[in-house]
T-cell receptor, first 117, second 113 residues
């Protein structure tokens, strides 16, 4: 069974540019969550998508956005990049049920290491 | 405000030297506490979920326990392959239908042969 796949693995961008990251969840998983991980802040929740709808959102500025497609694949976009956006961006999928308020086991991808210069 | 604090930040053990990692949390009500392991260059890997005080779960050399204020991850006779960062996360009832997890910064464990 294939795991969660994130592309690209590494990315270097310049301040002011925008970037799109991609995540393919485990087959059958309809919930996809995105996280930003930095040494000082740890894992910070960005947003969660379920069946193409954003179900939850963290405390990040509007420059961070995402979407989910009908095949559950997800993308996140960061516009007008800042130096502070340099981080490891992780995607996680889980076998959540519609309307469930409980978290269950999440399967993470290897992440995309974004460096903003 | 929901908060998760993990200690120690880093721990170095000799192979076979048992120890415990701590995860202290502050939430108005706990829906679930999660332990993950993260190896360098990889995403976190799920270990355990605990839902109520007194609950315990075991997996190989790892045992997780939960009280009303903290959780411990006990590592018995660790091996070098147990070296990793161990992350703790909680979901509180304040979240309502929001399933957002609050994560600790992790404990970096190194086990020397």
């Amino acid at each position: 069974k294939a795991g969660v796949t994130q592309t690209p693995r590494y990315l270097i961008k310049t301040r002011g540019q925008q970037v799109t990251l991609s995540c393919s969840p485990i087959s059958g998983h309809r919930s996809v969550s995105w996280y930003q991980q930095t040494p000082g802040q740890g894992l910070q929740f960005l947003f969660e998508y379920f069946s193409e709808t954003q179900r939850n959102k963290g405390n990040f500025p509007g420059r961070f956005s995402g979407r989910q497609f009908s095949n559950s694949r997800s993308e996140m976009n960061v516009s007008t990049l800042e130096l502070g956006d340099s981080a490891l961006y992780l995607c996680a999928s889980s076998r959540e049920r519609q309307g469930s308020s409980m978290n269950t086991e999440a399967f993470f991808g290897q992440g995309t290491r974004l460096t903003v210069v | 405000e929901d908060q998760v604090t993990q200690s120690p930040e880093a721990l170095r053990l000799q192979e076979g030297e048992s120890s415990s990692l701590n995860c202290s949390y502050t939430v108005s009500g706990l829906r679930g506490l999660f332990w993950y392991r993260q190896d360098p260059g990889k995403g976190p890997e799920f270990l355990f979920t605990l839902y109520s005080a007194g609950e315990e779960k075991e997996k190989e050399r790892l045992k997780a326990t939960l009280t009303k204020k903290e959780s411990f991850l006990h590592i018995t006779a660790p091996k070098p392959e147990d070296s990793a960062t161990y992350l703790c996360a909680v979901q509180g009832v304040n979240a309502g239908n929001n399933r957002k997890l609050i994560w600790g910064l992790g404990t970096s464990l190194a086990v020397n042969p």
